[in-house]
């Protein structure tokens, strides 16, 4: 069965500085992938989404990620971090269409946005 | 921003008492998800619909969860008897649900429930 997996559930940065999050997935082909974001008493979301092709998507407010099928990885960026930005990250899978499947998160990855 | 609606945003059940809570899809959005989410970040799928069908449910949807979505009504899950283990977030989805392009899946806010 397909997996995600963030390895850091914590990140902290500075406002201004760079932040990388990291996603690894497990599935034996090309999948669906996205992020979402929630914030503190909200619902998910969408930040941006993969579908087979070109390898590096742009999101909403300066995010960016990042296929790479030799690594089994969709890493999200952002150039400048804003305080706006605190909040928890996720990482999700779809094996193809989503009505079928639906979508397999990772647990998330706080991101904590100091001045 | 995401058109889903859910009703009630907090609900507050005692053991054994049932809950439901309520969701709008955004319109146009024939497929409707239901989604669990817990304290520790663990997101569960419960059951999926497209239009009133049910595609997808999960063993414990099928036990003391129930759901549907009827046409010109809002799509509904219910807990017959509440668990403590049952106290999560509570994530309603929806999707034009076609390949490709159309698999955006797009969330509401959630009903947080609390099984006292």
């Known amino acids: 069965a397909q997996s995600v997996t963030q390895p850091d559930a914590r990140v902290t940065v500075s406002e201004g500085a760079s932040l990388q999050l990291r996603c690894k997935y497990s599935?034996?082909?090309?999948?669906?992938l996205f992020w979402y974001v929630q914030y503190p008493r909200q619902g998910l979301q969408l930040l941006l989404k993969?579908?087979?092709?070109?390898?590096v998507v742009q999101g909403v407010n300066g995010f960016e990620a990042e296929f790479s099928k030799s690594n089994s990885s969709f890493h999200l960026r952002k150039a400048s971090v804003h305080w706006s930005d605190w909040a928890v990250y996720f990482c999700a899978v779809s094996l193809g269409p989503v009505y079928a499947q639906g979508l397999t998160f990772g647990l998330g990855t706080r991101v904590s946005v100091f001045p | 921003n995401s058109k889903v609606i859910q009703t009630p945003r907090y609900l507050v059940k005692g053991q054994g008492q049932k809950a439901k809570m309520r969701c709008i899809p955004e319109?146009?959005?024939?497929?409707v998800f239901w989604y669990q989410q817990n304290k520790n970040n663990e997101f569960k799928f419960l059951i999926n619909?497209?239009?009133?069908?049910?595609?997808?449910q999960i063993d414990m949807t099928e036990k003391r969860f129930s759901a549907e979505c009827p046409s010109n009504s809002p799509c509904s899950l219910e807990i017959q008897s509440s668990e403590a283990g049952d106290s999560a977030l509570y994530l309603c989805?929806?999707?034009?649900?076609?390949?490709?392009?159309?698999?955006?899946?797009?969330f509401g806010k959630g009903t947080r429930l609390t099984v006292v």
């Open positions: 989805a929806s999707s034009l649900g076609t390949g490709g392009r159309g698999t955006e899946v797009f």
């Open positions: 319109k146009g959005h024939p497929v």
């Open positions: 619909f497209q239009n009133q069908e049910v595609l997808q």
């Open positions: 599935y034996f082909g090309t999948p669906y």
């Open positions: 993969y579908y087979p092709g070109d390898p």
